[in-house]
């Protein structure tokens, strides 16, 4: 099953705008992570945000929780057409290792964002 | 390496063949994940090795899907009697405990 939903199910902007993906999640939480996907292989992990943490940021990436609504978003800024990709939240359930182990993460379907250059 | 590598890439079996896919971790990752991703959706939690053992297989579909780690690094899993709703990328992932998961590029399985 996945816990993770995000939303769209397809972004597609220019160049140059910011992107924002939203993602809900059912249970409590340890972590709450995003990857990245090209071409249907290999994800790419891009920031981590746990359950004591509102929000984060790493280059042109901002990501919020909100533990009360069960839900996250993702803020690309400035986006480039090398960003399009398909996009994954994943939770981490693992409640009694707080310090973010990984166990078992349930990913959500996925957003695709398409760049226009 | 420098990162998960699985082998092999692709491959195309026949309903009812027993495949095996590998997976061969960063250097040191002590944890190793197995996931399953179909066409248009993400990817869906197998098995998941600290170490040598299995700490959760709740994942696996059932008793025809068997992984092994047998010296803590390198992992294989097993699928017997494959079933054409089997097809679908195989992912890899490993990590140090506590740190995000590094992915493989996946095998793609096609049973036809």
């Known amino acids: 099953s996945q816990q993770g939903e995000e939303d769209p199910q397809a972004l597609s902007i220019q160049e140059g705008e910011n992107a924002t993906m939203n993602c809900s999640y059912k249970t409590s939480i340890n972590n709450l992570q995003w990857y990245r996907q090209n071409s249907g292989r290999g994800l790419v992990h891009l920031i981590l945000?746990?359950?004591?943490?509102r929000e984060k940021h790493s280059g042109r990436l901002r990501v919020t929780l909100d533990t009360s609504k069960k839900s996250s978003s993702l803020l690309i800024t400035a986006s480039r057409a090398a960003d399009t990709a398909s996009y994954f939240c994943a939770t981490d359930a693992t409640l009694e290792q707080m310090t973010g182990a990984n166990s078992k993460l349930t990913f959500g379907k996925g957003i695709t964002l398409s760049v226009r250059p | 390496g420098a990162g998960v590598s699985q082998t092999p890439s692709n491959k195309v079996t026949e309903k009812g063949k027993y495949v095996e896919l590998r997976c061969d971790p960063i250097?040191?990752?002590?944890?190793l994940y197995w996931y399953r991703q179909s066409l248009g959706q993400g990817p869906e939690f197998l098995i998941y090795f600290q170490g040598t053992g299995a700490a959760d297989d709740s994942g696996l579909p059932n008793d025809r899907f068997f992984a092994v780690r047998p010296e803590g690094s390198v992992s294989t899993l097993k699928i017997q009697r494959t079933e054409r709703g089997d097809s679908a990328v195989y992912l890899c992932?490993?990590?140090?405990?506590?740190?995000?998961?590094?992915f493989g590029p996946g095998t793609r399985l096609t049973v036809l």
């Open positions: 992932a490993s990590s140090l405990r506590d740190r995000p998961l590094f």
């Open positions: 250097s040191g990752h002590t944890a």
């Open positions: 945000i746990r359950s004591n943490e």
